[in-house]
């Protein structure tokens, strides 16, 4: 697979990643662990050099799994993980607090690379931006870890443009990673225009809707009770009939191109900018096997206008996510 560098780092990584949150966690019963391996397994043997991970999914399965899936290609792969949640202290089995005091960060950064099998950790990202914590004390915090040989690149997830750039000019940011595609296209206003200006690479998660965007999802999908998509707005009965139009014009376009939906929406974002990685996830080999052939679907100046032309006429229905998630982003 071709590869991409996340902008002016030098961190090159393959064009698509794998994001491993749903095995363990969020979409529905965790993976069985040998599962769970040989899959994470099977895309390093198709190319893909890039796993995201966090301590919060499980939390802390994920990591292990994916610690244990890599070990042996350790050398050949970027792993990225993230801190920045904890324990409520009502109920530990709810990770729904912010912390990003230096010390914490420090911590996890001690306990992931534990679980993760590594001596170091590629790209340690900030999970969401905690406003009890100035920025410039979790970039300085995450600096020390680099000169520590700990950690080698700064992240952030989800943060607003101001945030991005307070901490680059503490410790240089090398990717955000927020979500992005056809359905959600906010990045498109401030924070594209505001990478490319500080030379920092885009990594979208939930690239294809949360899987909406493959057209195996309908107003009448009915989801694990785990599912974290039950609480999410756009995902509503109604919201999912009035969203059918946005895959049915992926299906039309895809047709044309002999490729799928899932295909398309991820040559899509591909086609936006040379410094983008999407990171679909998924639990089944197949579906990696058609996400990675995504990076081979050659999308024209044409095809791309007349996605944007016909995409721009449908309105998506439903916040991307309940209210009290979305007040932690774009801070």
């Given at each position: 697979?071709?590869?991409?560098?996340?902008?002016?780092?030098?961190?090159?990584?393959?064009?698509?990643?794998?994001?491993?949150?749903?095995?363990?966690?969020?979409?529905?019963?965790?993976?069985?662990?040998?599962?769970?391996?040989?899959?994470?397994?099977?895309?390093?043997?198709?190319?893909?050099?890039?796993?995201?991970?966090?301590?919060?999914?499980?939390?802390?399965?994920?990591?292990?799994?994916?610690?244990?899936?890599?070990?042996?290609?350790?050398?050949?792969?970027?792993?990225?993980?993230?801190?920045?949640?904890?324990?409520?202290?009502?109920?530990?089995?709810?990770?729904?607090?912010?912390?990003?005091?230096?010390d914490h960060i420090k911590e996890v950064a001690d306990a992931s690379l534990k679980r993760l099998k590594t001596n170091v950790i590629d790209l340690f990202y900030q999970h969401r931006v905690d406003s009890n914590v100035p920025i410039e004390d979790v970039a300085g915090a995450v600096k020390d870890l680099i000169e520590q040989g700990k950690v080698k690149h700064f992240g952030l997830s989800e943060p607003g443009v101001q945030t991005i750039r307070r901490a680059h000019r503490v410790q240089p940011v090398t990717a955000v990673q927020s979500e992005y595609s056809l359905w959600w296209r906010r990045?498109?206003?401030?924070?594209?225009?505001?990478?490319?200006?500080?030379?920092?690479?885009?990594?979208?998660?939930?690239?294809?809707?949360?899987?909406?965007?493959?057209?195996?999802?309908?107003?009448?999908?009915?989801?694990?009770?785990?599912?974290?998509?039950?609480?999410?707005?756009?995902?509503?009965?109604?919201?999912?009939?009035?969203?059918?139009?946005?895959?049915?014009?992926?299906?039309?376009?895809?047709?044309?191109?002999?490729?799928?939906?899932?295909?398309?929406?991820?040559?899509?974002?591909?086609?936006?900018?040379?410094?983008?990685?999407?990171?679909?996830?998924?639990?089944?080999?197949?579906?990696?096997?058609?996400?990675?052939?995504?990076?081979?679907?050659?999308?024209?100046?044409?095809?791309?206008?007349?996605?944007?032309?016909?995409?721009?006429?449908?309105?998506?229905?439903?916040?991307?996510?309940?209210?009290?998630?979305?007040?932690?982003?774009?801070?």
């Amino acid at each position: 697979m071709e590869k991409r560098k996340l902008g002016k780092s030098n961190l090159e990584v393959s064009a698509l990643g794998l994001g491993c949150m749903g095995m363990s966690f969020g979409l529905g019963p965790a993976m069985d662990k040998k599962d769970g391996i040989s899959l994470i397994r099977a895309a390093v043997e198709r190319g893909v050099t890039f796993f995201d991970t966090a301590e919060v999914y499980g939390p802390f399965t994920n990591e292990e799994l994916v610690g244990e899936a890599l070990a042996p290609f350790r050398d050949q792969v970027v792993i990225a993980t993230k801190f920045g949640f904890a324990p409520d202290p009502s109920d530990s089995s709810k990770w729904t607090v912010l912390n990003s005091r230096p010390d914490h960060i420090k911590e996890v950064a001690d306990a992931s690379l534990k679980r993760l099998k590594t001596n170091v950790i590629d790209l340690f990202y900030q999970h969401r931006v905690d406003s009890n914590v100035p920025i410039e004390d979790v970039a300085g915090a995450v600096k020390d870890l680099i000169e520590q040989g700990k950690v080698k690149h700064f992240g952030l997830s989800e943060p607003g443009v101001q945030t991005i750039r307070r901490a680059h000019r503490v410790q240089p940011v090398t990717a955000v990673q927020s979500e992005y595609s056809l359905w959600w296209r906010r990045p498109e206003e401030e924070l594209l225009p505001a990478l490319e200006e500080l030379g920092i690479g885009f990594v979208p998660f939930s690239p294809l809707g949360k899987g909406f965007l493959t057209g195996k999802i309908d107003e009448n999908t009915k989801f694990d009770s785990t599912d974290f998509r039950n609480i999410v707005p756009r995902f509503t009965q109604e919201a999912r009939k009035a969203n059918q139009a946005m895959v049915d014009l992926l299906s039309k376009v895809a047709e044309r191109k002999k490729a799928t939906p899932a295909q398309l929406a991820l040559a899509w974002l591909l086609a936006q900018k040379p410094w983008i990685v999407p990171i679909p996830g998924t639990t089944k080999l197949h579906r990696l096997e058609e996400n990675l052939a995504a990076a081979s679907v050659e999308l024209t100046p044409d095809d791309l206008h007349d996605i944007n032309s016909a995409s721009s006429k449908i309105k998506v229905e439903g916040a991307r996510y309940p209210e009290r998630l979305e007040q932690l982003t774009g801070r």
